[in-house]
């Protein structure tokens, strides 16, 4: 042991952690070079907005996915919702549990460009909080998820000149597989696998993982250990599932209005063809610009506090709320006018960015920092796959109460515009409340004090077998009901 310690350069660049929680962590680290790290970051963004381009993609060309497939509004909710996110949710448990077992972070994040955006997410996420220090995570994982808010833009972009050509939808697909690949070798030839970070609380779960696993020398037969000790730490976490409700709630609102809103929007402002083009463009520069500022905000105050992703995500969503709400009835507060009622969408649009979007990439850094390092990818896809099949129920419900309706129809309209009313803010006060609530919890499991390993409550125990329930019985329903009623 001591001459692999021997063997470590502890010289730190200036991504490397110094503060005290790093100072107070015995875990010493490889130094990574400033430019390995830019690289490294740029990739995983890359990797991560390819695997999620789909959604951009069917969002803006809904009603041309409709007509070419002759799809009801009730199977839209299936390609966009559920039939998505249960493969998306499914399959991150064993990428995510692989590479954490293996070490293999680098490889199964290639695989998991082509499965889908919860085990990218997952794996991005916990490959960059090991490549930057403390002080640097909330940028690098603002950083990351820029790629939500940059694909979005593209596909705006994309869709404005594709209807102009009338060029088909299917054609962005195709040439995004092509550029997935060229993605992929570079990922291959310039990253390098990470030495893990300390967490920010260390804990005997964490010391214990490292001592049974033994670093990068683990054997087959741990791997029922690594499994049982990942679903332990998280149930005794006073934290984790609440934070868990609360972002599937948050994320369902947003999922909604990714899917739906563009194709609304477009339906009442019939006259203005550039308005997805100038969607896109608000996304993606209001958005990109707030994440980061919400990143730089968390660390500038992470020595004062730890607790500003939970701020400005509660706060900033229920704030957020109105300007959807105007959003969505911008014409009709115009009194009908199409150039008049823009005007007031595009303001409001921009300052319900810039309210709720600062959020992902400080919410993820929390998240890394309370989770032990070996566990940390597995923990985070299990978080990541539950808020998939949350955040997937959004477009489903809404294809539901839209079956049978004739999607060029001012029936349709109005339904998506009561719909897209009531259900984007309720899952902003949802989450908000619950975040104000659970601040209490993350300080107790910032500060050591989880459950004991013997003291996990029956009580507790069984809420957890009834969500678990609950979850499982809402994904059947949604999809079998999907199925019946097309």
């Known amino acids: 042991?001591?001459?692999?310690?021997?063997?470590?350069?502890?010289?730190?660049?200036?991504?490397?952690?110094?503060?005290?929680?790093?100072?107070?962590?015995?875990?010493?680290?490889?130094?990574?070079?400033?430019?390995?790290?830019?690289?490294?970051?740029?990739?995983?963004?890359?990797?991560?907005?390819?695997?999620?381009?789909?959604?951009?993609?069917?969002?803006?060309?809904?009603?041309?996915?409709?007509?070419?497939?002759?799809?009801?509004?009730?199977?839209?909710?299936?390609?966009?919702?559920?039939?998505?996110?249960?493969?998306?949710?499914?399959?991150?448990?064993?990428?995510?549990?692989?590479?954490?077992?293996?070490?293999?972070?680098?490889?199964?994040?290639?695989?998991?460009?082509?499965?889908?955006?919860?085990?990218?997410?997952?794996?991005?996420?916990?490959?960059?909080?090991?490549?930057?220090?403390?002080?640097?995570?909330?940028?690098?994982?603002?950083?990351?998820?820029?790629?939500?808010?940059?694909?979005?833009?593209?596909?705006?972009?994309?869709?404005?000149?594709?209807?102009?050509?009338?060029?088909?939808?299917?054609?962005?697909?195709?040439?995004?597989?092509?550029?997935?690949?060229?993605?992929?070798?570079?990922?291959?030839?310039?990253?390098?696998?990470?030495?893990?970070?300390?967490?920010?609380?260390?804990?005997?779960?964490?010391?214990?993982?490292?001592?049974?696993?033994?670093?990068?020398?683990?054997?087959?037969?741990?791997?029922?250990?690594?499994?049982?000790?990942?679903?332990?730490?998280?149930?005794?976490?006073?934290?984790?599932?609440?934070?868990?409700?609360?972002?599937?709630?948050?994320q369902l609102s947003g999922n909604v209005f990714g899917y739906y809103m563009p194709g609304y929007l477009t339906a009442i402002y019939p006259s203005e063809t550039d308005l997805l083009s100038t969607y896109g463009i608000i996304v993606g520069s209001v958005g990109s610009v707030t994440v980061v500022c919400g990143g730089l905000l968390s660390a500038y105050l992470e020595p004062k506090t730890i607790m500003t992703p939970l701020y400005i995500t509660s706060i900033g969503g229920m704030i957020s709320s109105v300007f959807v709400i105007l959003m969505v009835l911008s014409r009709s507060i115009a009194g009908q006018s199409e150039t008049n009622g823009v005007k007031i969408l595009y303001g409001s649009m921009v300052l319900a960015y810039a309210t709720a979007e600062l959020w992902l990439g400080a919410w993820a850094s929390l998240l890394a920092l309370l989770l032990p390092p070996r566990m940390k990818t597995f923990a985070l896809a299990i978080y990541t796959s539950v808020i998939t099949l949350i955040y997937s129920s959004g477009p489903q419900i809404i294809g539901l109460a839209l079956r049978k309706v004739d999607p060029a129809s001012s029936e349709y309209i109005e339904r998506t515009k009561l719909l897209l009313a009531v259900i984007i803010p309720v899952g902003y006060w949802t989450a908000g409340i619950g975040l104000l609530l659970c601040i209490s919890k993350v300080k107790k499991d910032v500060n050591g004090k989880m459950i004991p390993r013997r003291g996990l409550e029956t009580s507790k125990k069984i809420a957890f077998g009834v969500f678990a329930f609950l979850l499982a019985a809402l994904v059947i329903a949604l999809f079998v009901t999907s199925l019946v009623y097309r």
Request: aromatic share 10%.
């Open 1 to 250: 042991m001591k001459d692999q310690e021997d063997l470590v350069k502890t010289v730190e660049s200036p991504m490397d952690g110094n503060d005290e929680h790093s100072r107070g962590s015995p875990t010493t680290h490889h130094h990574v070079s400033s430019w390995r790290v830019v690289v490294s970051i740029l990739l995983l963004f890359l990797n991560y907005f390819l695997a999620q381009y789909d959604k951009f993609i069917l969002s803006y060309f809904q009603t041309d996915v409709i007509s070419t497939l002759k799809l009801s509004s009730s199977e839209y909710g299936i390609l966009s919702g559920y039939a998505t996110g249960i493969v998306y949710a499914v399959l991150a448990l064993p990428t995510a549990f692989t590479a954490d077992f293996t070490e293999a972070r680098i490889l199964l994040a290639r695989i998991g460009m082509g499965i889908g955006q919860a085990p990218v997410e997952a794996l991005s996420v916990s490959l960059i909080s090991d490549l930057v220090g403390t002080q640097w995570i909330f940028l690098a994982e603002s950083c990351l998820y820029i790629g939500v808010y940059l694909g979005e833009a593209v596909s705006g972009q994309i869709a404005t000149a594709f209807t102009k050509t009338k060029t088909p939808w299917n054609s962005a697909l195709k040439a995004i597989g092509i550029v997935g690949v060229v993605i992929a070798v570079l990922i291959r030839i310039l990253l390098r696998e990470p030495a893990r970070r300390s967490s920010l609380v260390r804990n005997n779960t964490e010391r214990m993982v490292d001592q049974r696993l033994g670093g990068m020398n683990a054997r087959f037969g741990d791997a029922k250990f690594l499994l049982t000790s990942t679903f332990g730490h998280v149930l005794r976490m006073e934290s984790f599932w609440l934070l868990t409700l609360c972002s599937g709630a948050r």
